[in-house]
């Protein structure tokens, strides 16, 4: 139904930044809600983000400060900006909207 692509990710710092971007296809991108999971070596997928319709959004305690997702409707565009990364960031990120996943971009912070 859905197409959902990551970019952005590669090896950083601990300290630096990255950018994550996620482009999806189709016109349906403005009705839905947007959220980055994230699945770090040998753990659970979890999620890290959450953007609704409106704008609203979640995250989950161990990023709240440091990361901030966003969306741009006109270029149907999920954002996650990342700062002060830590190596428990380590994760492979994927985007996720109407149940679908994208395929994932690896983010790896060292110490």
């Known amino acids: 139904q859905v197409q959902l692509v990551e970019s952005g990710g590669g090896l950083v710092q601990a300290g630096g930044s990255l950018r994550l971007s996620c482009v999806t296809s189709g016109s349906t991108f403005r009705d839905n809600a947007m959220a980055w999971y994230r699945q770090a070596p040998g753990k659970q997928r979890e999620v890290v983000a959450s953007?609704?319709?409106?704008?609203?959004?979640t995250y989950v305690d161990s990023v709240k400060g440091r990361f901030t997702i966003s969306r741009d409707n006109a270029k149907e565009t999920v954002y996650l900006q990342m700062n002060s990364l830590k190596p428990e960031d380590t994760a492979v990120y994927y985007c996720?909207?109407?149940?679908?996943w994208g395929k994932g971009t690896l983010v790896t912070v060292s110490s």
């Open positions: 953007i609704s319709r409106s704008g609203a959004t």
């Open positions: 996720y909207a109407l149940g679908t």
